[in-house]
Structure formats: structure tokens, C-alpha cells
């Protein structure tokens, strides 16, 4: 099993933009050390309260030249917010710096605050993902292209440089609504998946669908499947499942407050989104730690993964390590070590 973890920059305790970014960085090196596969970014804009990853190819550069073996991720780039023919100039650019390391995470985001203040419509986000993922494909191709789309056009370039990994790095496309599954299948791209929609159930499904279009469609290389969840270890079972509590309740009344009202814009439609929310915001914590987390000793958590690489069929899972931000640099440090020296041996 792939091990990877998100660092996601936050602001830890009121401290700063620079405290932020230092901790991030820590956060890195301290992946791998301890031997972890990957580390990953996500994309936040105009969130003072939380994260300062508004530039994640600017940051994941810097970590880059700050390591030699660890995996660096996008997850997920948002596609739609920028130029597609800078995009592909920019991974590029990163895949070389860091001597071919990158996987490239894509989406459009389910929350549309950023293209407000970027001046897209919403309602556009689907249509100039799939262009703008065209012109990357053609750009990373390495040949001359044009291109006469809708919402983006290129006239005559030639991407320099070119990505170190043939013919770009890898991509992952995130999928959290139903049709996407499918969508993501044919497209043959590898799965993102989380636990913040309907559940480990609906996930389930979810992802049979995906795993059965991707067998009809007929792709060569095999499905694969990441799943992002909140993690924390600790030596007992008492204590991995009391410190993290405060945190983890904030993460998922936050993820509730952010849903609602996001449907009509989101795609998805009022009734789901409000119908996601609800169902986030009525949950207690017991049932938090029984389908959304994966929470407890060493052993507690080796015995969860292997039960949802069995029912889910995930080959990775890429770990919120302060979901809620509300845990000590400390308490998040050591529950990384224990995973990466108890959990991850018995998984490989």
C-alpha cells in the first residue's frame, strides 16, 4: 500500500504566514525521513483562518529542493482557475526541478469562493476542465500544437521544457459525485476519493462503478485507487482516539458549513449538497470514528486499513495528519512516526 500525507500549511495557534510555511517544510523533511512514500498539497485560496497553499507549484518547487526521494503531490490542482498552456509550463518546470517526482492531482473544486474572486463562472468549471486537460495532454505530448476551444486557445507552441517523466507526470483526478466516477474511468486517469460525501458505503459503490467502466472501456494499465483520509496514531487506543477529538469535530463541522448552500453551484444540485451537509453536521463523534477516520494504536489502524483495502479495493491512502488543524506540531510528528515505523511495515 502507498503511503503519502498531506501537509497542508495551516495556521497553527494564530501563528503567521511564515510559521506556517516553516512547519510545512518541517513537515516534508520529517515525511521523508521517516520513509513515507509521498507528500501532498492542496490548493486553498482566500482562507485566512486555515492555509497559506495558495501557490501549491511555488511550494511543492521549494520542496523539491529541500529533498531527494519523497514523492511531491498536487491534490488537487484546480484546473479551471488558470491558463491551461501556463499550467502545462509550470509542471512541466516542477517535474524537472525535482528530477521527475511529481504526481499531478487535478480537479475543479466543489466550493466556489475562489472563482468569485477569480472572476469565473461556476457553471463554466466542467466545461474548461475537460479543454484546458486537452491542451495539457497535447502540450506534454512534446509536438507543436494549436488549439480552438470554447474558453482557452493556443496558437502554435511548443512546450520547453518538456516534463522529465514520458509523457508528463502522473496524474490523479479527484471524484466525489457519482457521475464523476464514471467520467474519471473513461478518462483512464487513476482515483482520488475521500470520506467527506455520503459515506463508506456510497463510496463503495462509487467506486465498483469506476473499477467496472474502467474494465468495459478496456484501459492497459491497471485501476488504482488513493483514498484521503484523517489519520492519527498514538502508543494506546485511549489516547489516539482523545487527543485528536477536538480537531476532528471542527474538521467535519467545517466541511458541513462549507456544503451548504454550495449545491446549485457545485453541480451536484441543491438537495445533495444540503442533504451532504446535514448528514456531516448530525454526526457524533462515535460515528466519526467508526467510518470517517482512521484513528487508534499501531494495530487498530493496520487492522482498518486492511479492511477498507479489502472492501474498497484502495492500493493508497494519502493521510490528513491534522485534520482540523487543531493538534500540536508534537502530537502530529509523533503520530507520523508511529505509522510510518508500525503501521506501514505491516501494509508494504
Known amino acids: 500500500m502507498h503511503f503519502g500525507a498531506f ?36 490548493e486553498f485560496h482566500f482562507m485566512p483562518d486555515r492555509s497559506v497553499l495558495s501557490s501549491p507549484v511555488v511550494t511543492a518547487a521549494a520542496i523539491a529542493a529541500a529533498t531527494r526521494r519523497i514523492r511531491i503531490g498536487l491534490a488537487v490542482y484546480v484546473l479551471p482557475l488558470a491558463n491551461p498552456l501556463r499550467t502545462a509550463e509550470e509542471i512541466a518546470t516542477l517535474d524537472q526541478i525535482s528530477g521527475g517526482r511529481l504526481d499531478f492531482g487535478i480537479g475543479r473544486s466543489g466550493f466556489a469562493r475562489a472563482y468569485d474572486a477569480y472572476c469565473v463562472d461556476y ?19 512534446g509536438e507543436r500544437f494549436s488549439y480552438d476551444g470554447r474558453y482557452y486557445r493556443v496558437n502554435d507552441a511548443l512546450l520547453v521544457p518538456r516534463p522529465l517523466q514520458r509523457p508528463g507526470p502522473p496524474m490523479r483526478m479527484a471524484a466525489s459525485s457519482t457521475p464523476t466516477f464514471d467520467k474519471v474511468a473513461r478518462t483512464g486517469l487513476p482515483l482520488f476519493v475521500g470520506l467527506r460525501g455520503d459515506g463508506l458505503e456510497a463510496l463503495a459503490q462509487n467506486i465498483r462503478t469506476y473499477r467496472r467502466v474502467w474494465d468495459e472501456v478496456g484501459h492497459e494499465a491497471p485501476s488504482s485507487v488513493f483514498l484521503r483520509v484523517p489519520v492519527f496514531a498514538a502508543t494506546s487506543q485511549r489516547e489516539a482516539l482523545e487527543q485528536p477529538r477536538e480537531s476532528i469535530v471542527h474538521y467535519f463541522s467545517r466541511q458541513a458549513r462549507l456544503s451548504a448552500g454550495q449545491g446549485a453551484r457545485s453541480g451536484q444540485g441543491d438537495d445533495n449538497r444540503a442533504r451532504i451537509s446535514a448528514q456531516l453536521a448530525a454526526l457524533s463523534y462515535q460515528d466519526i470514528l467508526d467510518s470517517r477516520v482512521c484513528f487508534g494504536s499501531p494495530d487498530a489502524m493496520v487492522e482498518r486499513l486492511r479492511h477498507w483495502q479489502s472492501e474498497l479495493g484502495i492500493d493508497g491512502v494519502v493521510m490528513e495528519t491534522n485534520a482540523g488543524g487543531m493538534l ?8 507520523i512516526r508511529l505509522i510510518a515505523t508500525e503501521v506501514m511495515p505491516a501494509l508494504q
Open 7 to 42: 501537509a497542508e500549511f495551516t495556521f497553527r495557534d494564530g501563528a503567521g504566514a511564515a510559521q506556517a510555511f516553516e512547519q510545512g517544510f518541517a513537515l516534508a523533511r520529517h515525511c521523508e525521513d521517516l520513509g513515507l512514500h509521498s507528500v501532498w498539497l492542496s
Open 123 to 141: 457553471a463554466q468549471s466542467q466545461a474548461r476542465f475537460d479543454e484546458a486537460l486537452e491542451i495539457l495532454k497535447l502540450a506534454f505530448a
Open 328 to 335: 500540536s506540531e508534537a502530537q502530529e510528528l509523533e503520530s
